[in-house]
């Protein structure tokens, strides 16, 4: 067991285990027992068209984990994993299970900022990595990464390793392993990082598994199902809900798309007949639009999951007319609770909702600004904790006292109102928070980066409304005395050369004298936003 995590308290865990929700089954089962009864199916199908069987995938996780431990790569070690949508991610994942190693799964898109904080909370001993992707060679920031964060003793790279270790090259016959406690840490997940930079998220092997399992029945997940892969395959989302996971459980086959954009994903759905996917608004909103030119064959797709950031009415209501597929609106986090909207709900809850709880047992609240429980049918923060929702993020504990309450409540900082039905209806955020198109931004993270910069002299992020994307960024400014704050282009560049993510670099630049304050001097970020809101508003020719 991790040091450092926060498991459930023993008289919920006996009740999640007498409920059935808890199994005992360690995650990387659900490929070793597909396998086992239906080894010549098609697991596995990448963007060029390669297939892996269940039992050529197993047999390769197999021996990747003998020699995995073979390099010294064991029970207990954390390993950051920054892989893309390819066959390498799917092995790596089950031979790091197997191995009784933790995967820490991290996106591509994440740079030095990131994975430096990532790779020092997890005490990690291996990171792995492609060579170059997107022209970004991720051979330099392993170089970095490893400077700053002495505990890393192994790069794994799936390409040409220059110095490091081949990622092909991570192979042994296999050997007799120990199965994990399924009550162990599985996995390490990445918040949105609300407050500061990411937090982890520890996922055990009982609660992930009723996560995948669940999910693959609400949604109807069979041995017929084709998932399409659009997403990173290290987001929650495409990962578990029910995704990839979801679909190796029930004998689905999997297809890897390099990326989201209509002329891969529309490709292939066409030429492997794919029944689902799931999408973030941004996504559905470009699909849409794109079938007036694309001539792909999409009638093979059933299920349009869209998640990560609101969908709006308008656009959901296009899915089927456009699409010719049922759409399902899901709204969750990696921190566990899944809200669905269910395959048979009417059309209005389907378009005007975001879901309602995957479990009998996701307990939910919706509270006020002082914590107590709002009238049915009012807006408030929603409060939930469950079967497959965390007690605490992984060594986090000064940011746990703050995120949890007494009773194991957790603080989403979602704003939501509950219907009749269960379903919710997301309204916004209490946190401190931007989702531009379900990338979620750490304003507080994103304002210590650029006050680094030698013209700023304070700073505050905004979100500014988005039709496309749901929000997007403001960085607002204050000037040092006697300097000039940075331009957008300048400022992007200067927060690049620390590391920040590209998603999340300012999409708007506001230089101010001074900013508005609250009754107690902050900085009052409602009256910014406000204001960056009405200036959209009446900006000649503006897109927002």
Request: proline letters at 7%.
């Amino acid at each position: 067991m991790l040091d450092g995590w926060v498991p459930w308290p023993e008289s919920f865990a006996r009740r999640y285990r007498a409920a059935g929700y808890w199994e005992g089954r360690p995650l990387d089962r659900l490929l070793r027992e597909r396998a086992a009864a239906d080894p010549d199916r098609i697991a596995l199908v990448d963007a060029a068209g390669d297939r892996w069987t269940y039992a050529e995938l197993d047999r390769h996780a197999d021996r990747q984990a003998a020699g995995l431990r073979r390099l010294g790569i064991g029970a207990g070690d954390r390993v950051v994993v920054q892989l893309p949508n390819t066959d390498a991610f799917v092995v790596l994942f089950f031979a790091l299970l197997r191995a009784g190693a933790v995967p820490v799964l991290t996106l591509p898109a994440h740079r030095e900022s990131e994975i430096v904080h990532v790779a020092e909370t997890a005490g990690a001993t291996a990171y792995v990595i492609p060579d170059v992707l997107d022209g970004f060679d991720h051979r330099a920031l392993a170089r970095a990464a490893r400077k700053a964060v002495p505990s890393i003793e192994h790069v794994l790279v799936a390409g040409e390793a220059a110095e490091f270790t081949a990622l092909a090259d991570v192979d042994a016959a296999p050997v007799p392993l120990a199965e994990p406690d399924p009550g162990d840490v599985a996995l390490l997940l990445l918040s949105g990082g609300t407050t500061g930079k990411p937090k982890l998220i520890p996922r055990t092997h009982d609660d992930y598994t009723y996560n995948v399992r669940a999910s693959a029945e609400v949604c109807g997940f069979d041995s017929d199902t084709v998932y399409l892969v659009v997403l990173p395959t290290a987001h929650n989302f495409a990962l578990a809900c029910p995704g990839l996971l979801g679909t190796l459980m029930v004998g689905g086959t999997v297809v890897l798309a390099p990326t989201p954009s209509p002329e891969d994903a529309f490709e292939l759905i066409e030429r492997e007949k794919v029944t689902a996917t799931a999408v973030v608004p941004p996504v559905a909103l470009l699909w849409l639009d794109a079938v007036e030119w694309e001539d792909a064959d999409l009638s093979s797709l059933r299920l349009l999951q869209v998640g990560g950031s609101k969908l709006g009415a308008e656009p959901a209501a296009r899915v089927r007319p456009a699409l010719g597929c049922t759409l399902q609106q899901v709204f969750g986090m990696a921190e566990g609770l899944l809200n669905y909207t269910r395959l048979d709900d009417p059309s209005d809850l389907v378009i005007q909702t975001q879901g309602r709880p995957l479990s009998p047992d996701d307990e939910i609240r919706v509270v006020d600004e002082d914590g107590r429980d709002v009238a049915p049918g009012e807006t408030g923060e929603l409060l939930t904790r469950g079967p497959y929702t965390l007690r605490g993020y992984y060594r986090a504990p000064e940011h746990n006292a703050r995120t949890f309450s007494d009773d194991g409540f957790y603080r989403t900082g979602d704003l939501v109102r509950v219907l009749p039905s269960g379903h919710l209806v997301v309204e916004g955020r209490a946190k401190d928070q931007i989702n531009r198109g379900g990338d979620k931004i750490s304003a507080e993270e994103l304002e210590n980066h650029i006050m680094a910069h030698p013209g700023v002299h304070d700073a505050a992020v905004v979100g500014m409304p988005d039709a496309t994307m749901g929000e997007r960024t403001c960085a607002c400014l204050v000037p040092r005395a006697g300097r000039s704050a940075p331009a957008q282009r300048e400022l992007a560049a200067f927060l690049t050369d620390r590391g920040v993510a590209a998603y999340k670099l300012p999409d708007r630049v506001e230089v101010m004298d001074a900013f508005p304050r609250t009754s107690v001097g902050k900085t009052d970020k409602k009256e910014l936003g406000r204001r960056i809101a009405g200036q959209l508003r009446t900006e000649d020719g503006g897109v927002h």
